[in-house]
T-cell receptor, first 115, second 107 residues
Framework: DGGITQSPKYLFRKEGQNVTLSCEQN?????MYWYRQDPGQGLRLIYY???????QKGDIAEGYSVSREKKESFPLTVTSAQKNPTAFYLC??????????????FGSGTRLTVV | KNEVEQSPQNLTAQEGEFITINCSYS?????LHWLQQHPGGGIVSLFM???GKKKHGRLIATINIQEKHSSLHITASHPRDSAVYIC?????????FGQGTRLTINP
C-alpha cells in the first residue's frame, strides 16, 4: 500500500545534539512538507519541497535544515540552533504544490523530546 | 486573530448525539480540508472541499465560500469518533491549519 513512513515514532536526544527525522513516501508525489505541532496550537510549516533538489522555508524554518536528493525522501534535521525542539513533527506529501484540487497524505509523526 | 478559527476547542458528547464542529477563515482559499488526528498522532484526511457539501458514511462536510465558513457534522456519534478534528485551508502552495477541536464521545 502506498503511504508515508516516518521514523522513529519516538526520539530522545540530549540538548545540543543535532537529530535527523526520516520521511519516506512511495506515492510518487512531487511535493513534501514538514510541520511542527505544539500543544494547543495548529500545525506550523517548517519547510516544503516542490521538486527534487529544491526546497523552501516555511513559517518557522530557523534551527532546521532539510534535503531532497530523492523524490521519495525528505529528511528533516533539527539542529542545536533550534531553541525549543521538543515537539511532534509531521511529514506530508501531495501530488503537486501548484494550484489545483489535490489531497494531502500525512505520516504518523515523530515525537521528539530533548532532555 | 488566527487566519483559521475552529469552534468549539473541546466538545464532549454522549454516544448517538449529532456533532457539529465549525471552521471560519479570513483569507481567500482554493480549498478547505478536514483532518482527523487520533491519540497516536497520525493524521487522516477526511474531506477536501472547494464548494457545497460532501458526505462519507456518518460524516458530512459543508462549505460556504461567501461567508468563509465550513462545518463538519457527525451523525450517530460513536466513541471511536473521539479524536482531534482539524480544519485547514489551502492558500497558494501552503496549508494553514486551525488549532483543532478535541472531540470526546462517551458511551
Amino acid at each position: 500500500d502506498g503511504g508515508i513512513t516516518q521514523s522513529p515514532k519516538y526520539l530522545f536526544r540530549k540538548e545540543g545534539q543535532n537529530v535527523t527525522l526520516s520521511c519516506e513516501q512511495n506515492l510518487n508525489h512531487d511535493a513534501m512538507y514538514w510541520y511542527r505541532q505544539d500543544p494547543g496550537q495548529g500545525l506550523r510549516l517548517i519547510y516544503y519541497s516542490q521538486i527534487v533538489n529544491d526546497f523552501q522555508k516555511g513559517d518557522i524554518a530557523e534551527g532546521y535544515s532539510v534535503s531532497r536528493e530523492k523524490k521519495e525522501s525528505f529528511p528533516l534535521t533539527v539542529t542545536s540552533a533550534q531553541k525549543n525542539p521538543t515537539a511532534f513533527y509531521l511529514c506530508a506529501s501531495s501530488p503537486t504544490a501548484w494550484q489545483g484540487n489535490y489531497g494531502y497524505t500525512f505520516g504518523s509523526g515523530t515525537r521528539l523530546t530533548v532532555v | 486573530k488566527n487566519e483559521v478559527e475552529q469552534s468549539p476547542q473541546n466538545l464532549t458528547a454522549q454516544e448517538g448525539e449529532f456533532i457539529t464542529i465549525n471552521c471560519s477563515y479570513s483569507v481567500g482559499i482554493s480549498a478547505l480540508h478536514w483532518l482527523q488526528q487520533h491519540p497516536g498522532g497520525g493524521i487522516v484526511s477526511l474531506f477536501m472541499l472547494s464548494s457545497g457539501k460532501k458526505k462519507h458514511g456518518r460524516l458530512i462536510a459543508t462549505i460556504n465560500i461567501q461567508e468563509k465558513h465550513s462545518s463538519l457534522h457527525i451523525t450517530a456519534s460513536h466513541p471511536r469518533d473521539s479524536a482531534v478534528y482539524i480544519c485547514a485551508v489551502r492558500r497558494a502552495q501552503k496549508l494553514v491549519f486551525g488549532q483543532g477541536t478535541r472531540l470526546t464521545i462517551n458511551p
